[in-house]
């Protein structure tokens, strides 16, 4: 006969039993399914930098450091050397055009110019003795020629007269060849004479032209002596300010040292030296842009001077419409130069987490703040303020952006305390 068994209740100590087994259970499958085993950090919240990213306008720009000077300056070189005779001026005046400056003194060119002006003076009397030698051949071959006409004459009638006589046999055939020997030489000596007469006349007129084109040239080089003379006194090619003249009396000048300068008064620009990293980015008229006075002013690129010195090219930069009324020369300004157009963007603040990172990845805070996940992002462009983000980050989200040097490389969560 079969027996009834009953069923056995649950005791205490076997649900106590039960729970411990599923907790242990639970516990194994958390830490070896769902536990997580990444480095982490333990860091301080207040030993760094938490910034949001956003979404805004976006600007490419360099920070650049220009110096103000004049729009057009002139330079006063020595065209001619010699020693400071006189200064008329002194450095920091306004001159007028015209107004002198200094003088130099050069005794060479005055000797120069005193040889120059003996030698002209000679040539001068040589050209005036040939025309007179010219003058007195031909008066003297003019006698001799109406000497040799009148003998001719005479001789031609006494000639003619005698070719009748002879012919009648009247008198002797030996006068008639002396008359007609003489009359024939005397008409070949005036064919000579008047050939010597026309051969010496070119040869003189030869010899003036001559004299007279070294006349020319020498009272042409004559005229540039005396204005490198008249070069020795410098004198002001414009009105304006004479910014610089360090030249004391008695100093020695060469031939094209400078002497001074003189600022035109009619506005300034900015000349800007950049570093030889953006030459090929680097136009005129990109713009930028500074602060005086608690006022932003515009510029513009207007001029770029491509030779690279000391790893730096310059660049001259006008002002957008009004300058400030208190700019002097000299001073120098922080502009903001823009690299490109206003674009917008995903933008992550500057920090010192780049050095370490060079922009690869970052510490991504996670919403409830508690931690901060290492992640790969890409950035772009930037600007001394802000990145600019193509993948990785999120408008909204939060990154720790101060230095990362003392987390080593292999931590991929940061504990936020």
């Known amino acids: 006969m079969d027996r009834i068994i009953k069923k056995k209740k649950l005791t205490p100590n076997r649900i106590i039993g039960i729970f411990i087994v599923s907790g242990f259970l639970a516990f194994c499958f958390y830490q070896f399914v769902?536990?997580?085993?990444?480095?982490?950090?333990?860091?301080?919240t207040e030993r760094i930098t938490i910034s949001a990213v956003k979404e805004g306008p976006f600007q490419e720009y360099i920070p650049v450091i220009g110096t103000v000077v004049p729009k057009k300056t002139i330079y006063l070189d020595a065209m001619e050397g010699g020693s400071v005779e006189k200064v008329y001026i002194e450095a920091g005046?306004?001159?007028?055009?015209?107004?002198?400056?200094?003088?130099?003194?050069?005794?060479?060119?005055?000797?120069?110019?005193?040889?120059?002006?003996?030698?002209?003076?000679?040539l001068t009397n040589d050209l005036r003795n040939a025309r007179l030698v010219m003058e007195q051949n031909r008066l003297s071959l003019r006698s001799e020629l109406l000497e040799l006409d009148y003998q001719i004459n005479k001789l031609k009638r006494t000639y003619e007269s005698e070719q009748a006589l002879i012919k009648n046999k009247i008198i002797p055939s030996q006068q008639y060849e002396n008359t007609k020997s003489e009359y024939e030489y005397l008409c070949n000596k005036r064919e000579i004479t008047l050939q010597t007469y026309k051969q010496d006349s070119l040869f003189r007129e030869n010899q003036i032209q001559q004299i007279e084109t070294s006349l020319k040239r020498m009272e042409a080089n004559l005229k540039i002596v005396k204005q490198k003379l008249e070069d020795l006194t410098i004198k002001a090619p414009i009105a304006g300010h004479l910014t610089a003249l360090n030249d004391e009396?008695?100093?020695?000048?060469k031939r094209g040292e400078r002497l001074g300068q003189i600022d035109v008064l009619d506005g300034f620009k900015i000349l800007v030296p950049v570093d030889e990293h953006y030459i090929a980015r680097i136009n005129t008229g990109q713009h930028g842009e500074f602060t005086f006075d608690e006022k932003h002013y515009q510029l513009t690129i207007a001029k770029i001077y491509p030779e690279v010195i000391d790893g730096r090219f310059e660049i001259d930069m006008v002002f957008d419409g009004d300058q400030p009324e208190d700019i002097r020369r000299g001073q120098t300004l922080h502009i903001k130069l823009e690299l490109?157009?206003?674009?917008?963007?995903?933008?992550?603040?500057?920090?010192?987490?780049?050095?370490k990172t060079g922009g690869q990845w970052v510490y991504v805070l996670e919403n409830s703040g508690e931690f901060a996940v290492k992640r790969k992002i890409n950035l772009g462009r930037q600007n001394p303020e802000v990145y600019e983000v193509l993948a990785g980050l999120k408008p909204g989200e939060r990154v720790i952006t101060s230095s990362y040097d003392n987390y080593g490389d292999n931590i991929d969560k940061l504990v936020l305390k």
């Open 340 to 355: 490109g157009n206003l674009s917008t963007a995903i933008l992550l603040p500057q920090g010192g987490f780049y050095q």
């Open 34 to 44: 769902l536990g997580d085993y990444s480095a982490k950090l333990n860091v301080k």
């Open 93 to 122: 005046s306004f001159v007028k055009k015209g107004e002198k400056i200094l003088t130099l003194a050069n005794t060479d060119l005055l000797l120069d110019i005193m040889n120059r002006e003996a030698e002209f003076f000679q």
């Open 249 to 253: 009396i008695g100093e020695s000048k």
